[in-house]
């Protein structure tokens, strides 16, 4: 990785269509070299997808939070499954610190959120006690 791979990674971060005729332009690079960097980022797998920006609000789930848990001892995995398995889950982490896990959810509202958190995670057999944290702003990216 050099200064120019990571200048293609912040120009894909910003717009993962942005096509390879474009990079190679903003960057000064011809298309068949930004087109061989590329690749080799995707063959290397620090470039492991191409994904898209979501308004989340505008799909009616515009209150994200973080749901700290803190979990029964060897539980992970079977716990992880089932926080995957939440159609509010959108980051499923095993962390360190006064909680083992963190999701990131996203509810309708806060009634949602309620019934999410107190009646379907607390339920989860491998959950010993909850944290939530509401998002008031979100940020992606350096923008």
Known sequence: MDAVDREILDILRADSRTSIRDVASRIGLSRATAYARVKRLIDTKVIRGFTIDVDHAALGLGLPAYV????KQNSWKSFRKKAWALDEAAHVALVAGDFDC?????ARDAEHLRELVLERIQALPEVVATQTVLVFEE????S
């Open 68 to 71: 700290h848990v803190r979990i």
């Open 102 to 106: 963190v999701i990131l959810v996203r």
């Open 139 to 142: 940020h992606v990216g350096p």
